[in-house]
């Protein structure tokens, strides 16, 4: 993890400044693979399909992605993504990016994963913000949501299948369903690697898997009370570095109106971060050092405006020839 969060921010940036068409293909094929796996998932609810060993669990969708919260994750992304290039993106463009994000959202309905969805409502409120929306757009978003759910209902497709993992799921996080809700159980993950971070706050007690239960066979579930219990102050000192670079990206794009979109991507990873068992995985950290490398790239229209972006005029420079002597 440590080379890989080190190092690839830098080998993306280079990438992304570079070739000007990088990031807009690399963009492009994670929209097409994750609407896949988006698509799956809502086939898994709907039909009970498998695709590649990979069905439904527990009646959540799990698409390609091998678990429904790591669906949810990427679901969240795509939307967020998708939904900051709408308005500058060409008409031609625009319904294929109404799609990738229908798709996704419905998908994150049927993961019913709460930490993602309240990811996706952080961001957003971000974004509409960073992007200094109006009202009138607002509404727009609101309704054109709305108007997709009978749509979406007119391809045979059943809303209750996709929205009744999210309701089991709240259902089971505040303990609605027998035995012990799954929110209780987190805060006890808490209690439990805070109790241990008291007893030895600069040794962890190992970043393998076999040192990361705190409650039974449940690891902790806060990003924070993680990396401090299992790999000690230095992984602790670590993680602030690079929260500390992702909240100062927030907060510029809300003081400025720039880089709306990534940092939108971030604030739903750091929001679903506090409630989930984020790591040490890719997955989870690869999103991340492709939203910073996209930080404040030059050549870009990005200045808050939720106009498409058009052509930029040129403006004449005079030039004078070069005199000798």
Known sequence: MTILVGLLPFALRYFTATERSWSSRAITAF??????????????????????????????????????????????????????????????????LVVVLSVNFFALLGTGSLSNLAGLIVGGILLLIAMRATIKV????????????????????SLSELTGGLQGRVDVVTGETSGVGSLQIRQQTWASAWARIQEDPFGGSGMDAMHQA????????????????????????????V???????????????????????????????????????????????????????PGGRDDGSLEPAGDTPRTAVQTQPLRKG
Not at 217 to 241: D, E, K, S
Not at 245 to 267: E, F, H, K, N, Q
């Open 31 to 96: 929209f097409v693979v994750q609407s896949i796996s988006a698509l799956a998932g809502i086939l898994q609810l709907q039909l009970g399909l498998e695709f590649f060993s990979n069905s439904a669990r527990d009646g959540r969708a799990n698409g390609l992605a091998g678990h429904p919260n790591v669906l949810g994750f990427m679901c969240t992304i795509a939307i967020l993504a998708s939904a900051y290039l709408l308005p500058r993106a060409s008409r031609k463009l625009r319904l294929l």
């Open 138 to 157: 607002v509404f727009w978003t609101v309704t054109a949501s709305l108007l997709s759910i009978p749509f979406f209902a007119l391809t045979g497709a």
């Open 214 to 241: 705190v409650y039974g066979t449940t690891v902790t579930h806060n990003i924070i009370l993680r990396f401090w219990y299992q790999g000690g102050l230095i992984l602790l000192i670590a993680l602030i570095c």
């Open 243 to 297: 929260l500390i670079v992702m909240l100062g990206i927030i907060i510029r794009s809300l003081r400025t109106g720039r880089d709306a979109g990534p940092a939108a991507v971030l604030a739903s990873i750091i929001t679903f971060a506090m409630t989930s068992a984020l790591y040490t995985e890719a997955q989870y950290w690869i999103p991340i050092c492709l939203a910073v490398a996209l930080v404040g790239l």
